[in-house]
């Protein structure tokens, strides 16, 4: 079984990190505390994420200064973020949460329903995401000849791909029309990327067919 998606969850107060929690407890999920930008940042030097849910309103390194930090490394500019921030926030926060690089920014108190849905979404496209990687490093393998030992003659491979990537069409297929269905505009940009990706796949595999 692959490993379970792990998902930041960035708060100084203790009872928001515990109710996020709650929130996400029936999502197939690992979530991870940090208690401030430091420790966001710490947790990200070794562990693959997701997405970060990222309180705005924290001491010392609020959230904007920790999404800053996180944009600039190469290794996780592209994990999403969603900022949190409570209803009375200043005007700009939401400019400022999307200028730091958010894809999407939610008041507090917010729908749980709704945190649930963005969250399960995005945690399925890294997913398929990390399974598209599979599949794009097997037909790389089957393209240069280099399949690893035990895996059978090369005839044998392509069928096995073939399913596995109509598979992920046909998720992504399904997701595309539950992003339709929901107008989340967050969710347009990382779609449009894993769509192009499979394209790209299956134009590959074709030309090997």
Same mark, same amino acid.
């Given at each position: ?42 947790? *990200? ?38 900022? *949190? ?108 990327? *894993? ?15």
């Amino acid at each position: 079984m692959p490993d379970r998606a792990k998902i930041l969850l960035v708060d100084d107060r203790e009872e928001n990190l515990i109710a996020l929690e709650a929130i996400l407890s029936s999502l197939d999920l690992v979530p991870v505390r940090a208690r401030s930008g430091e420790e966001a940042l710490k947790a *990200l030097l070794n562990t693959e994420f997701a997405l970060i849910l990222l309180d705005v309103r924290m001491p010392g390194m609020d959230g904007f200064e920790t999404a800053a930090h996180i944009k600039r490394r190469e290794r996780t500019r592209n994990i999403p973020i969603i900022f *949190l921030t409570v209803v009375d926030s200043a005007p700009d926060y939401a400019f400022r949460g999307y200028a730091a690089g958010a894809v999407d920014y939610l008041t507090k108190p917010f729908d749980p329903w709704v945190l649930r849905a963005k969250v399960s979404v995005f945690t399925e496209l890294y997913n398929m995401n990390k399974r598209l990687a599979e599949q794009a490093s097997l037909l790389r393998e089957r393209l240069t000849g280099e399949l690893p030992p035990g895996a059978g003659d090369h005839a044998s491979v392509l069928p096995e791909l073939s399913r596995r990537l109509t598979a992920v069409e046909d998720e992504l297929a399904r997701m595309r029309e539950l992003v339709r269905k929901s107008q989340d505009q967050a969710l347009a940009a990382p779609l449009s990327d *894993l769509t192009d990706r499979v394209t790209h796949l299956r134009a590959g595999f074709d030309a090997l067919s």
